[in-house]
Nanobody
Framework: QVQLVESGGGLVQPGGSLRLSCAASGFIFRFNVMGWYRQAPGKEREFVASITSGGTTTYADSVKGRFTISRDNTKNTLYLQMNTLKLEDTAVYYC????????WGQGTQVTVSS
């Protein structure tokens, strides 16, 4: 079965940085487009960033220039480097396959607060 385990979240001040990781198993990681999503309190889950098998990236306008998505196919791991964090970045962050999404993992909480 597909397993997605997010980690790396925490409490950070505005302007700070965090690096999220997503350990994947149960599918051929290197053949899949992968993405990061987030859900803030009282809001629906939204798209954050994606990366194709070949390394082509796409970002939501809200994070463009601040976040960087990457992957290590030798480790079956997806990353999200988040810089210059803002209060509105506060959310639970999830990873998943973009084209064949199944169940969601636990997610990792990112809280940006002064």
């Amino acid at each position: 079965q597909v397993q997605l385990v997010e980690s790396g979240g925490g409490l950070v001040q505005p302007g700070g940085s965090l690096r999220l990781s997503c350990a994947a198993s149960g599918f051929i990681f290197r053949f899949n487009v992968m993405g990061w999503y987030r859900q803030a309190p009282g809001k629906e889950r939204e798209f954050v960033a994606s990366i194709t098998s070949g390394g082509t990236t796409t970002y939501a306008d809200s994070v463009k220039g601040r976040f960087t998505i990457s992957r290590d196919n030798t480790k079956n791991t997806l990353y999200l480097q988040m810089n210059t964090l803002k209060l509105e970045d506060t959310a639970v962050y999830y990873c998943n396959r973009v084209n064949l999404r199944g169940s969601w993992g636990q997610g990792t909480q990112v809280t940006v607060s002064s």
